[in-house]
């Protein structure tokens, strides 16, 4: 079983749409989460850290339900540029090991 | 802030081969990772340097790859000989160091090296 496992998609949204990924993570020793966003052909970069309480950001909303080891980002009001593969992403512990899920693929049509 | 510096950004080699690849991180970032992305799948660590010395490479095939970073800034990663199986990107990463600022976590990465292997 991977260590973080999420749906790879792909996601084809139209404009202004709601959509959710779903990401669950087996160690239950990791401390703490995030999501990653990564363009095609570019580099990951953090989109936003998932904290116990809930989290939001703008459009992006991010939470983390220890008991599950579960994570999730809802993407409100969709637009064109937020196409990209999301990352769900896992801190394994003290020496900041970044555990990668395989990512989502989102594709916001017009 | 200059970004973390990769090179070359694409090679292509035959198998058995050898390839390097040079990484500048971010002045002042401690840490130093080189992850390995698989086309379709997420970013694998291979290692991870803290200064100058290695942290974590339990992921790194050791009979084919190397990196070391012996100054604690610039880190190069090699693979003698290649394999079919190591067309990848190779991306570096940087992060700081800074105990408490609720960022210490957050990872800075490079454009990457797109490897193909023939």
């Known amino acids: 079983r991977k260590e973080v496992e999420q749906d790879p998609g792909p996601f084809n949204v139209p404009e202004g749409a709601t959509v959710a990924f779903n990401c669950t993570y087996s160690n239950s020793a990791s401390q703490s989460f995030f999501w990653y966003r990564q363009d095609c052909r570019k580099e990951p970069k953090l989109l936003m850290s998932?904290?116990?309480s809930g989290n939001e950001d703008g459009r992006f909303t991010a939470q983390l339900n220890r008991a599950s080891q579960y994570i999730s980002l809802l993407i409100r009001d969709s637009k064109l540029s937020d196409s990209a593969t999301y990352l769900c992403v896992v801190n394994r512990g003290a020496t900041n090991k970044l555990i990668f899920g395989t990512g989502t693929l989102l594709a916001v049509q017009p | 802030e200059a970004g973390v510096a990769q090179s070359p950004r694409y090679k292509i080699i035959e198998k058995r081969q050898s390839v390097a690849f040079w990484c500048n991180p971010i002045?002042?970032?401690?840490?130093l990772y080189w992850y390995q992305q698989i086309l379709g799948q997420g970013p694998k660590l291979l290692i991870q340097?803290?200064?100058?010395?290695?942290?974590?490479d339990s992921q790194l095939p050791k009979d084919r790859f190397s990196a070391e970073r012996l100054k604690g800034v610039d880190s190069t990663l090699k693979i003698q000989p290649a394999k079919l199986e190591d067309s990848a990107v190779y991306l570096c990463?940087?992060?700081?160091?800074?105990?408490?600022?609720?960022?210490?976590?957050?990872?800075?990465f490079g454009p990457g090296t797109r490897l193909t292997v023939t």
């Open positions: 340097f803290q200064n100058n010395g290695v942290v974590d």
């Open positions: 002045s002042g970032h401690a840490t």
């Open positions: 990463a940087s992060s700081p160091v800074k105990r408490g600022s609720g960022r210490e976590y957050e990872q800075y």
């Open positions: 998932v904290y116990s």
